[in-house]
């Protein structure tokens, strides 16, 4: 736990993302998104409140980051 967060794990997908060329190049990657199922598929959807949270997280890492509050 670092600041009294969890750590982020790891895990894999069925599916191929850029991210795997960056990390094999040494640059640290996090894949992140809303939850839901079917991507990329004929029939692919998300949780809405997944995704209102995911946009109030970036809105908070960006913030946080550029050190405004």
Same mark, same amino acid.
């Given at each position: 736990?670092?600041?009294?967060? #969890?750590?982020?794990? +790891?895990?894999?997908? #069925?599916?191929?993302?850029? /991210? ?20 990329? !598929? ?6 809405? !409140? +997944?995704? =209102? ?6 809105? /908070?890492?960006? =913030? /946080?980051?550029?050190? /405004?509050?």
């Amino acid at each position: 736990m670092a600041n009294g967060r #969890p750590e982020p794990r +790891q895990v894999a997908f #069925p599916y191929w993302m850029e /991210s795997a060329l960056w990390e094999e190049a040494g640059v640290p990657t996090v894949v992140c998104g809303p939850a839901g199922d079917g991507l990329h !598929a004929a029939e692919e959807w998300v949780d809405l !409140a +997944q995704v =209102r949270a995911f946009a109030d997280g970036l809105v /908070s890492a960006i =913030r /946080s980051f550029c050190g /405004s509050k």
